[in-house]
């Protein structure tokens, strides 16, 4: 039976440090209390909640933008249109829309060089 508590603290405390529910508190009187009276009594394995916090707490941690600050967003290249170059799009002014130049080809039955693209994309 204490391994199975013991299973579900350190499930429990690993959920609440995903931030998905609030961990349990376990005092030492209720470790007291499911050790048989002829068990010596041990040290609590459980850290205090202060130890936790500091470990969980977003605030005291250094942001993600200061560890990388010269580091691009994926998917941070848009260009004037808003099409997204390292996705394979590419703007093109006779359909109005960002294209993928080699699905527009096949769509459209022209040969896929950016050249092709080029002319099937020019403004009549």
Not at 13 to 40: D, K, N, Q, R
Not at 64 to 91: E, K, Q
Request: include cysteine.
């Amino acid at each position: 039976m204490n391994q199975f508590k013991l299973f579900a603290f350190i499930t429990a405390s690993v959920v609440y440090l995903a931030g998905c529910i609030s961990l349990p508190t376990l005092t030492p009187s209720t470790t007291a209390e499911t050790a048989p009276a002829s068990a010596p009594a041990a040290a609590s394995p459980v850290a205090p909640a202060s130890a936790v916090a500091s470990v969980a707490s977003p605030a005291k941690s250094a942001s993600s933008s200061s560890l990388l600050p010269n580091t691009p967003l994926v998917g941070g290249d848009r260009d004037a249109h808003g099409c997204i170059g390292s996705a394979g799009y590419s703007w093109c002014e006779r359909t109005q829309q960002c294209e993928r130049p080699w699905k527009l080809a096949a769509a459209n039955a022209f040969e896929l060089s950016k050249a092709s693209f080029e002319k099937f994309c020019k403004p009549k």
